[in-house]
Structure formats: C-alpha cells, structure tokens
C-alpha cells in the first residue's frame, strides 16, 4: 500500500514538471511569436530601411575644379587624374601595423607617413586619408592583386589641382589645400548665419581653397557634388552603381590678367624685392599684379612639407606677403601730383606762382632740407613736379593743412579698401587729426604737430599705401578723374555649357575736379617723362607717356645728417617708387612699381615700368630683367 502511494506522488510530480516544462516552452514560444511578430510585422520598414543601408551606400561625387584662365586663354590652374592609397582609419583594426604590411607592396617613405599623421590630425572627418599620391601603374597594379590582404584600404581615382606656370601670378591665384577643421567651422558658421546648405556640398571632397583667387572664388570654382548609391559587400566594397546624380562642375574663371605682360613684369624684377600693378584706366582690369619675391603654389596643393614651410615662412624676403595688396610703403614724391591737384582745387596756388627756391623750408625751427643742396632755382607748379621740388611741396602742406589734405586724397582711394577682388587688402594709412587721436594712446602721441604735416607734402611722415592704392590713383588720374573699381577677374565661364558672364566692371564714379586744374597735372606728369626725372629710363620711347618717380625713406635722417645709401644697412635703403600711365592722349595703361631698399624711383623702378609699357604697347619683349638707369643727381628726386 505504501509503494502504491509513493508512486503515485512521483507519477503526479512528474506531471507537475512536464507541465511546467510545456507551460516554459509555450511561454518561450509566446515571447519568440510576440518577438517575430514585433520585428517582422511592427518594426518591419525600420530593419528593412537598415538593412537596405547596409546593403546599399551612398557615394558622394566630388565636382570638378573650374580652371582659371588669363584673359587670352592661358591656363594658370587646372586639374589632372591621379591614383592615391587611401586609408580608411575606422575599418582598420591596427593602424600601424597596416601601413607597415603596405609599406611592402607599395614604397612608403617615412615622410609619407609624416604626413598621413599630420591631416589625420587635422582632419578628423574624413572617411580616407591618402597614405600616397600619384601612384605608377606598376603600384597600382601590385596592390590590386594584394587587396585581399588589407580591408579599409583602397585605390582611388583622385584630381589633383596643377599650377602650370609655377611661381607666375602665385598671389593672384592662390591656392588650394586640404579642409581643415578651421574651414569646416568656417563654413558652418556661414550656414548658420546665411541659412544657407555649404557642409554637404563639400562632402567626398577633400580640398577647398586656401589663398588668392582660389579662396575668393571658391564657392563658384567648386561646384556642386554629385551623388550615386552603389551595392556593397558584407566586406564594405563596393559591387554595382544603383543609381547616379552626377557632380556639377565649378565655373570657370576668365581673368582681367595678361600672363605674358605678367611675366615680363616679374622678369623685370630680376633677384629685387618689390610689387607691381598695372591696371587698365578705363575699365579696372588688372593687367598684372606682381609681388616679388613670390612662391610656388604647387607645394601647398598636397599640403607643404617642414622644410619648404620655413623656406618660406622664415625667410626675411617675405615671399608669402602679398605685397601690392597688404605690403604698405610711404608714397614719397608719387604722392606730389595729387598734391598740386588739391592746391588748384582748393585754390592755395595757381599754376603760374613760383619761388625761388632755397634747398630747404624753416617750419618752428626746424630745416626741412631738399634732396639738392641749394635748392632747385625759380620753381613753378609745372618745374616742382617735373624736377620733384621737397621745398614746394613743404611749403604747400603747410598752407592746406592736414585735414584738407585727407579729405582730398580720399576719393582717389589713399588709404582706403579699392574692393578688388581678393582677401587680405590692407587700408594703408592716410593722416588726418582723427586718425592720430585713434591710433595712439597718450595726449602727447594723440596731438598733430604741424612738422607733421609738412612730410606728409612730399610723401612720408605717417603716409603708407599699397602699390595697388597708388595703381588705381594714377589710373583714376590717367581716366579723367573716373574712378574705376580695379578687378582681377573678368569674366565666369559656365564649364558645361561655355556661356561667359561678365563680372567686376562697374559704371565708374567721377571725382569732381575742374577740368583745367587735372589737365594741367596730367601734363606736368608727361614732362616728367619728357624732361624731368624720368627722362633717361624713356629715351628713345615711341610713345608718349605721364609719370612720376618717388623716393622713400625707411627711417628718419636726423636733421644734421645726410643720407648716404653705401653707408646704409641695405634693408634701411630708400624704396624706389615709380608711377606711369601710356599713351598719354589716350591712356590704355597704368603701372604703379615699388622696388624695396633700391633707392632713387628714376634710377631702379622707372626702367622695370619702360619694359613693361614697352610690351603692352609695342610687343617688344625684353632679353632679361630691366638694368638700372644712370640719372644725373640734378634730377634725382625724394
């Protein structure tokens, strides 16, 4: 009886855990059912739209790059294929011991490693950094039949920005670099501000401009990016393109500049360190724009190795200042024709007064001396320009005073933005009371002197503009009065369609000047040419031109002494100054030059205008850079 009941207790036990056990896999079939159902039925399009992502990438297309052209249609930045390796540092599980396996298949130098860390670093976003660029066809082929080998690494078919010409024009064109975080905020903060799309655009593109035309013009050179979804493997490459929305490539840009003129001019130069600009009066065009020395901009393109980056960076030339836009100088005796203009203006002086002069001008005691000891003789308006007369000019700061002066002078652009087209100008500097009370601290600096205003006459004392300043005033002088906002570019080539719009040319403003008073100083200006410290650098030209020369000083001669440039420190040398515009009746060019330290503008800057004036005008080309020219001390000017 009792071994019947123990049995029946274990036979219901038994039941209870086969029970159980049912209710578990029911329970677990419930939750398995519930799951399925939540998955495939609830959450369907969700999985399915991640799984579709999986299976399908989409690919940005980098646009191409507009090219820049001169104004003939001499190419001065285009594009070229290319193959780079590439890494992609999130697919790569050791980064380190991957490039050392590449390294061989493909030679890797340590310097390509240098500078894979260095845009790692910089430029956190990117899916791919280059490890090399511009492989052989012998790399490429050895690394395909390798890849297998290395996942997250790939050959990409790349264009890669070339300045043909080199140095020609580096400060004009700029050039192109690597995004960096700096540019991704850049443009962000302009999304923000502007409301507008600019991040996506520069998705799948590595590059954007950094310098020059490039960076002005950026958003028109770079295009618009192009978009495909492509099928990948579970390995992440790509098998098949679904479908395509191509890239829109960026305009092109058709340029105001002569390249040939532009080469003459920095030939010109030779090893001396100045700027030049040559405008066309009744347009703006910038026909040249020089800064010596100047840079290769190819070295940048990839990003610039240390050792070229302290070549340049170090160096006390300064070949990366863009010296006509930023460079800011003392006009000297350029400064003298505007001058004269405003004493006809403002009635302080007619044409026929004249004195006789003495050398030097008394003011509170202190000799302000003429660059000819004993002085110049009986001078006129005509004579204190054509033979550059200090004393003159002394005397007439003196009687118009520093505020009539700057506001004068402003309308032809001393000491303001010309707007051109490209970032970095620098305002310069023309004095007024105003000006001085903001720009010093104390009360004692904060007060005009009237010795001040008496250097401001001839060009020194706190004067300071850019040779592009002093290019656009001549021009505005050489074209009646009509002041034409100078532009580099001057038209936008649309590169799918070649449709040009015109850009950069405005309607002109003209300053209010007596017709007879400009006259008279665009004659002054031609016998400068003719008969005055200009002569020796154009004689024998078949035209005829207007010109101005100026000299200088970089420092303060103190009133007992006597400049005497061979015992100068070189960098303490007088600048050399050079203003011109040709043919005279009816101007089709103006050139302002600025040679740094080379003394007197008759002697070194004047003969670099003749050989470009001389091509412009006549086609000759010059055999090498422009000698300088013996001038007799009578005509030397300051």
Not at 15 to 23: I, M, Q
Not at 493 to 516: F, H, N, Q, V
Request: glycine share 8%.
């Amino acid at each position: 009886m009792t071994e019947f009941k123990n049995t029946e207790r274990e036979l219901q036990l038994f039941r209870v855990r086969v029970g159980a056990a049912l209710l578990f896999v029911i329970l677990c079939f419930v939750v398995l059912l519930g799951r399925f159902v939540q998955l495939q039925v609830l959450r369907h399009s969700d999985y399915a739209a991640q799984a579709e992502e999986n299976r399908i990438s989409v690919v940005p297309i980098a646009p191409n790059r507009g090219l820049i052209l001169d104004r003939n249609g001499v190419i001065l930045a285009r594009n070229y294929s290319a193959y780079t390796l590439e890494i992609s540092p999130s697919h790569v599980a050791d980064l380190e011991a991957t490039i050392n396996d590449l390294a061989q298949v493909i030679d890797i130098q340590p310097r390509d490693r240098k500078h894979f860390r260095k845009i790692l670093d910089e430029t956190k976003g990117l899916d791919s950094v280059p490890i090399r660029t511009r492989l052989s066809d012998e790399e490429v082929a050895r690394f395909t039949a390798q890849r297998y080998r290395f996942p997250g690494v790939e050959i990409q078919a790349r264009l890669f920005r070339q300045y043909p010409l080199g140095e020609v024009a580096s400060h004009v064109i700029g050039y192109i670099g690597r995004i960096s975080q700096k540019d991704l905020d850049r443009l962000s903060e302009r999304e923000e501000r502007e409301n507008v799309d600019l991040l996506s655009n520069y998705q799948g593109t590595d590059y954007i401009g950094k310098e020059g035309l490039e960076k002005h013009y950026e958003e028109s050179l770079h295009g618009v990016t192009g978009y495909e979804k492509v099928e990948v493997s579970a390995g992440g490459r790509a098998m098949r393109t679904l479908s395509s929305t191509g890239a829109t490539p960026g305009n092109n840009l058709i340029l105001s500049l002569d390249v040939v003129l532009q080469q003459i001019a920095e030939q010109a130069f030779g090893d001396r360190r100045g700027a030049l600009v040559a405008i066309e009066p009744s347009t703006g065009d910038v026909l040249a724009f020089v800064s010596k020395p100047s840079f290769d901009p190819n070295l940048f393109v990839e990003g610039i190795d240390t050792q070229n980056w302290d070549a340049l960076n170090n160096s006390i030339d300064r070949p990366l200042l863009n010296r006509p836009l930023a460079g800011t100088y003392p006009p000297g005796s350029t400064f003298k024709p505007f001058m004269a203009l405003a004493a006809l203006e403002n009635g302080k002086r007619t044409t026929q007064w004249g004195f006789n002069d003495p050398g030097y001008f008394m003011y509170a005691g202190h000799k302000f001396r003429d660059d000819k000891e004993g002085g110049h003789g009986f001078v006129d308006m005509y004579r204190s320009i054509v033979v550059s007369c200090d004393t003159y000019y002394y005397m007439l700061a003196n009687d118009l005073g520093i505020d009539l002066i700057s506001e004068f002078m402003k309308p032809f652009g001393f000491g303001q933005l010309t707007g051109i087209d490209l970032d970095g100008e620098r305002m310069g500097v023309l004095p007024s009371v105003e000006w001085k009370h903001k720009a010093f601290k104390t009360p004692e600096q904060q007060r005009w002197y009237g010795g001040d205003t008496v250097s401001i006459g001839i060009g020194q004392g706190y004067n300071a503009y850019t040779p592009l300043q002093m290019a656009h005033a001549i021009a505005t002088i050489a074209n009646d009065g009509v002041l034409m906002k100078p532009h580099l570019v001057k038209m936008i080539e649309d590169s799918r369609t070649g449709e040009r719009s015109e850009i950069g040319r405005s309607a002109g403003e003209r300053i209010a000047l007596k017709p007879e008073n400009l006259a008279f100083v665009q004659s002054a200006l031609v016998g400068v040419n003719k008969e005055g410290t200009g002569a020796a650098a154009f004689k024998g030209a078949q035209y005829v031109s207007a010109g101005k020369t100026g000299t200088a000083q970089v420092f303060q001669i103190k009133e007992n002494e006597k400049y005497r440039e061979a015992n100068t420190s070189e960098r303490l040398r007088d600048h050399a100054w050079f203003i011109t515009y040709a043919p005279a009746d009816h101007p089709r060019i103006a050139v302002a030059v600025l040679v740094e330290n080379s003394g007197h503008g008759a002697t070194a800057a004047a003969p670099i205008a003749r050989q470009v004036l001389d091509y412009y005008l006549l086609g000759k080309k010059p055999a090498g850079p422009a000698p300088e020219v013996e001038t007799p001390a009578e005509v030397h000017d300051d």
